[in-house]
């Protein structure tokens, strides 16, 4: 009797959510399997910022090392988690049709709005595109899952909070005052999830690849892809959408100054039989607009902060 397929996944509701999901699939297509929940080391240090922590993949490295280790067979990602530079060895093997890739607003009042507020987040990207909206508001530093910054919002006193509307819709959290942000671009491959495996397990490969679909596969990677071009190596404020209509790929990526003060923004569409380098020449576009200098900035102060 086959052995059933070990399933990675951190041990927040959002992420069991999203492990039980494919673990459904999977059971589906016949597939025997079976959950393995871990707790990453983004999930226990909580009172830093992340670009501070210095590490890339934080919510993915101790999936990372279990998969290495033999202890899973496939690890599911919020694939806007997961480093562009996968580990030696390691493939993405399905990502899932995505959900809203959108960014909210969960608040207590929306007066503040036109005057002084407070807002939380721990994202680089929403915190700039924020404050190039509202230069007059404070942005504080949010950590945790979902559940742990809903609490946060509640006990202080701040006027709002940003998250993925994703995130709250799967596990029932989202409130029905929360405002669509339609003009905040999103973290590249927000609100898809993603399986990874190493390449030498045949069988988990071959079991998980079942799962992938092809359109947000594409609109996923042409995102990344503009990432990983743009950042090399380092934390920034980048946002990047991509939706298919009409068989053409319609993209629009930007980058922030941290502090929001400036942004370069690019729009495109190509034919969707063309999207392969599509994200990299959107990247260099950037680059050659003023994004060069920006990313230099952008790194010379997370490498020397002001306290």
Not at 205 to 226: D, G, K, P
Not at 227 to 241: D, K, N, Q, S, W
Not at 254 to 281: M, N, Y
């Amino acid at each position: 009797m086959k052995k059933p397929i070990r399933i990675g996944t951190r041990d927040s509701e959002l992420a069991l959510w999203q492990a039980h999901t494919v673990q459904n699939q999977m059971e589906k297509l016949g597939v025997d399997t079976v959950l393995c929940p871990v707790k990453s080391t983004g999930d226990l240090v909580l009172d830093k910022p992340l670009y501070e922590l210095g590490i890339t993949g934080i919510f993915t490295k101790t999936l990372d090392v279990a998969l290495i280790n033999n202890e899973i067979d496939i690890a599911v990602h919020s694939m806007k988690d997961v480093p562009t530079l996968l580990p030696k060895g390691m493939v993405q093997t399905a990502v899932l049709e995505r959900a809203s890739s959108q960014d909210i607003l969960v608040h207590k009042g929306t007066d503040f709005l036109n005057g002084k507020g407070t807002i939380a987040t721990g994202s680089l990207r929403r915190k700039a595109q924020w404050l190039y909206h509202y230069p007059n508001h404070d942005v504080v530093n949010l950590r945790g899952n979902v559940n742990t910054r809903l609490i946060k919002l509640i006990e202080n006193d701040w006027h709002g909070a940003i998250f993925a509307k994703v995130g709250l819709e799967r596990i029932k959290l989202l409130p029905k005052d929360a405002i669509e942000l339609d003009w905040m671009v999103p973290a590249p491959a927000q609100g898809a999830m993603v399986v990874m495996a190493m390449e030498k397990n045949t069988e988990a490969v071959a079991a998980s690849t079942q799962l992938n679909h092809e359109e947000s596969e594409i609109c996923t990677l042409v995102e990344r892809e503009f990432l990983r071009t743009l950042e090399g190596g380092c934390t920034a404020p980048i946002g990047a959408v991509v939706h298919i209509e009409k068989q053409k790929i319609h993209f629009k990526g930007c980058l922030h100054a941290l502090d929001g003060s400036t942004k370069v923004e690019i729009e495109k569409e190509r034919p969707l039989d063309k999207f392969q380098g599509f994200g990299k020449s959107c990247a260099y576009e950037v680059l050659e607009s003023g994004g060069s200098a920006l990313m230099k900035m952008i790194k010379n102060e997370l490498n020397n902060p002001i306290h």
